[in-house]
DNA sequence: TGTTTGTGCTGGTCGGCCCAGATTTCCGCG
DNA sequence: CGCGGAAATCTGGGCCGACCAGCACAAACA
């Protein structure tokens, strides 16, 4: 058994932290406003620079809304906020996503890498290509190594992925792709412990030979066909 | 004529304001190393406490990488960016993107909006129709007022699109909206200025009609045709 | 009653302290 | 002279309590 090392948190972070649940919880609802800073010194014990650290975090996580000498309101994160506090809400919700934030994802996944896919397949240079196979050959690599590294792998495939992105000639498509890159990761190494290392590079290597051979479509349906794979095997480990 | 109000910047947003400009400006390039905080801390006169923290929110946008008593170096914003580095390298060139930017966000529009457009036509109450509108009627309101408030009719566009999105049951599309909302806005603005107010709000209304005949393809045509209207247009003003 | 002044609140800033790890310097030994 | 290791120095990270300036509201004044 491993025991992995012990990551010691910072005041900053438990105080975060704490606001956080205060306010996912419902315990702070939405315009409320908080108390002020000195209050928060001397309720919490920290010193006020800290606390001043900790709200500007939660403002620019989308958590709350602070105006210059009049103070921080709940903000409404579920209509403002972007995908930063969307990671604090699956963080808060101990990693896992629902079932429906799991179906979301997968959607948006086809909208975005569908159409670099498209774009790539039926418009893509020698270099492009050879870009994805040497992260490909890496992936080997991995494999053949013999030594189980999981998050070696994941980190592989998100790159191999926004690699698509990337050479669609799409400027925003690899931005989103690192928005959501905490979420990537997740996937891939849920799809690893689902299917095995080995089908996923397996995968991997098939969007590339349809990609080559300007099937633009067939890499399009392979996609959606992979993601509905993966959800219905979710569901049935569900059951 | 108008004086808006007058905001006041922190020091903190100076300062931050004022490293990207170096690393945007290429005076900074990537791979350089920064000066250490103490450095930077004598050459603006500005405390460590600010310097520490402007530091870390340039990290957190995708412009730095820190590592922990050994310093900063300028990352590569290109490859590991998120829609945040956009914004401010958006903004740092006036507020105007480039040709293949504003080629690519389109895409994205296409590929995010179009997915939101399909679900709803496919699946949608009643709730959600009058939803969205109540927002045309205040779009109405705002046209028949007669002043000219285009930041106004913008802002009720973006609501009104990012209400496509959220009633379109993804729960990442509206976040992904709100991530692009500066882009998204001067998209309006610039809209609004084509092909006029009107214009804009009837299109609005057609999509509306659409969703409610639940005609998924038709929906996802009509904006594919808008977008190339547009992009055309654009070409239409360069010459 | 209308205006001014004062007071206390707010977030923002400051510089100093200590910590632990990384880097460089330098001294003594072989 | 060369080399290894101890020590001094530098880095970012974290925390603290004091101080600053702007704003709001109430008391004091005309």
Not at 3 to 27: A, N, Y
Not at 81 to 95: F, P
Not at 152 to 175: D, T
Not at 188 to 210: D, Q, T
Request: hydrophobic letters at 40%.
């Amino acid at each position: 058994m491993q025991i992995g090392v012990i990551e010691v948190p910072t005041l900053k972070e438990l105080f975060v932290r704490r606001m956080e649940e205060q306010i996912l919880s419902g315990k702070l609802k939405v315009g409320d406003s908080l108390p002020s800073e000195r209050q928060l010194q001397e309720e919490t014990k920290i010193s006020k620079t800290v606390i001043h650290a900790g709200l500007a975090e939660l403002e620019q996580k989308g958590f709350l809304e602070i105006t210059p000498r009049r103070g921080a309101v709940v903000a409404n994160y579920e209509e403002t906020g972007t995908m930063e506090t969307l990671n604090a809400l699956i963080r808060h919700n101990g990693g896992n996503m629902t079932k429906k934030q799991t179906h979301s994802f997968m959607e948006a996944r086809i909208a975005i890498e569908g159409s670099a896919l498209r774009r790539l397949a039926e418009k893509h240079t020698d270099e492009d290509i050879a870009y994805l196979e040497g992260l490909l050959a890496r992936a080997d690599e991995l494999l053949a190594g013999g030594e189980k590294d999981d998050a070696a792998l994941a980190e592989l495939l998100f790159r191999y992925h926004r690699g698509i992105c990337v050479r669609s000639r799409n400027e925003f498509f690899p931005l989103l792709l690192n928005e959501f890159r905490p979420i990537i990761m997740e996937f891939w190494l849920r799809s690893i412990a689902l299917f095995g290392a080995e089908a996923n590079v397996h995968l991997a290597k098939r969007y590339l030979e349809l990609i080559r051979a300007g099937d633009a479509e067939g890499a399009f349906r392979r996609l959606q066909r992979s993601v509905s794979e993966y959800l219905n095997c979710l569901d049935e480990q569900d059951r």
